[in-house]
């Protein structure tokens, strides 16, 4: 139609199409935009299917949610179905009205949505193909199934399954021949599901609002608190006022490694591992959109501060103060909050650096002993640095008297472990890992013990009292970095 003032210019299908594919979704986060809208739709079970087939590979996401009616289905299939100005209802995660067709055709170049409600009998399907709208240069919504078969889309009740056939994104294109193996392809599976387990573990734990199953398994809720854990500490929630709204605020300070095995303190590092998902964890609706960040407010993140976690709640109505992106991954702080958030963080932060350090302190508080390390560093007159063994170690020094027939032997291995010392590996080594904190015998307490309880009987031969053995002890590294294993032994000893 034509005007005097105006003319309307449509967008060119395919261009728009190719451009969306570019937000920087991953295919986890992908996926997590499509369990919201399955949320939003109120689904108990949300089931996902990779699926291999020979490398036509295609991924089924599909929940028992009230689902769509044709014409709500042809609405959501339009990029853009409602204005983000549009307030939102309570429940509801969506945001841009984009979420479905940006994070599926990130993903795959074409897409379907099968979906039946109470109102439908039999289910309706519609579906955007990439090169259908490339070769016809129109929008043209398919109302097919595709061509490939496709398994995993058949609803006992109400439901929507969304099907991702031609995957070029991921899993490689084929046109390039730099294609995903299968064992790859598992790989990202089970990396949706770490992700799931984290961005909805509100839902997934106790209680349980949500269950979510990858190629069958269920998916674990991950806690970045570790609130059933009697060791973390929170002094409760703050709110902060905004608008006639409240922002929920709840440091917590996870509990020291020493009060964690192994496994549970791998674990809950989380995905990055401990130093990256330290600071605020920001939840809408308690979905998780930020794991892990001091959102320009609480400085940098450090190993020292790496025990605080602190969750905000922000209410969808203030959405637009927050300015979330599209794909709810960034998040700015409004102005009026950064004073709170950072006293908020400051106070979290140091908190955890006392726990962090705890270990040490307690063990030097008791102890009328001088703190004895294992190492000293040895400057000589050009300054060259070394590190050589402390020889007034008691565990050095333990060993080297119990074998005077061998003192000589042993001093030439310390000076040979001293020269030897892979300087450079270990700095190299350090500059490029995140997760420096490996303790001296963190993974062999057992070894650790060993070396007490020799060092300890050999002191005692010198007419010491076994108090006094356990003071020095106590203070002396390695042990000192185990309190928790030298109170049991004490236990073990006075009994
Ligand atoms: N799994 C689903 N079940 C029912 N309705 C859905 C589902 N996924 C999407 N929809 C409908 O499609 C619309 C568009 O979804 P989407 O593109 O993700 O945008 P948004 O979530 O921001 O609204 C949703 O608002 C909802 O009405
Ligand atoms: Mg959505």
Redesign the pocket.
């Known amino acids: 139609m034509q005007h005097s003032e105006w003319e309307i210019v449509q967008p060119s299908a395919s261009p728009v199409f190719e451009a969306l594919r570019a937000f920087g979704y991953t295919p986890e986060t992908s996926i997590a935009?499509?369990v919201?809208?399955s949320i939003?739709a109120r689904a108990k079970n949300v089931y996902i299917a990779f699926v291999w087939n020979d490398g036509d590979a295609y991924i089924v996401i599909k929940d028992d949610g009230v689902g769509m009616s044709e014409k709500s289905l042809v609405d959501a299939m339009r990029l853009g179905s409602q204005s983000p100005a549009v307030e939102r209802q309570k429940g509801d995660?969506?945001?841009f009205?984009?979420?479905?067709k940006t994070?599926s055709i990130a993903q795959a170049r074409e897409f379907s949505v099968v979906t039946t409600n109470a109102a439908n009998r039999s289910p309706v399907v519609r579906r955007w193909d990439l090169d259908e709208i490339q070769q016809s240069g129109e929008w043209r919504l398919r109302s097919s199934l595709p061509n490939q078969a496709v398994d995993d889309i058949a609803f006992a009740e109400t439901g929507t399954a969304v099907v991702w056939t031609k995957c070029d994104r991921l899993i490689g294109d084929p046109t390039t021949g730099s294609r995903m193996t299968k064992a790859q392809f598992l790989r990202v599976a089970d990396s949706v599901s770490n992700h799931l387990g984290m961005t909805f573990h509100r839902f997934l734990g106790a209680p349980r609002r949500l269950r979510i199953s990858v190629n069958g398994s269920d998916v674990r809720p991950w806690d970045p608190f570790l609130s059933d854990n009697a060791s973390t500490y929170s002094p409760g929630t703050e709110a902060l006022p905004m608008q006639g709204q409240a922002i929920k605020v709840t440091p917590y300070v996870l509990p020291h490694k020493s009060k964690l095995d192994i496994d549970e303190h791998k674990r809950a590092g989380g995905i990055q591992g401990w130093n990256a998902h330290q600071g605020f964890y920001v939840y809408r609706e308690d979905r998780l959109l930020v794991s892990g960040s001091w959102l320009g407010v609480g400085g940098m993140k450090e190993e020292h501060s790496k025990l605080a976690r602190i969750a905000l709640d922000v209410p969808i109505a203030l959405d637009h103060m927050w300015q979330v992106d599209v794909r709810k991954s960034q998040i700015r702080p409004p102005a009026s909050i950064v004073r709170d958030l950072e006293r908020i963080g400051r106070t979290t932060k140091t908190k955890a650096q006392e726990v962090y350090r705890f270990r040490g302190k307690i063990a030097a508080a008791r102890s009328s002993q001088a703190f004895v390390f294992a190492w000293l560093q040895h400057k000589d007159r050009d300054m060259n640095i070394s590190y050589r063994i402390n020889r007034d170690n008691p565990v050095v020094r333990q060993v080297l008297d119990a074998s005077p027939e061998y003192k000589v032997q042993i001093e030439h291995l310390l000076r040979f472990v001293e020269e030897t010392v892979p300087m450079t590996q270990i700095a190299v080594h350090l500059a490029s890992s995140l997760e420096s904190s490996q303790q001296p015998f963190d993974e062999d307490t057992r070894g650790l013990r060993e070396l007490l309880e020799f060092s300890y009987s050999r002191m005692l031969t010198s007419g010491a009292s076994s108090e006094q053995v356990l003071d020095v002890l106590a203070s002396t590294e390695p042990f000192s970095l185990h309190p928790g294993i030298v109170a049991a032994f004490k236990e073990s000893v006075n009994s």
């Open positions: 935009d499509l919201d809208n939003a995660l969506g945001r009205g984009l979420g479905l994070a």
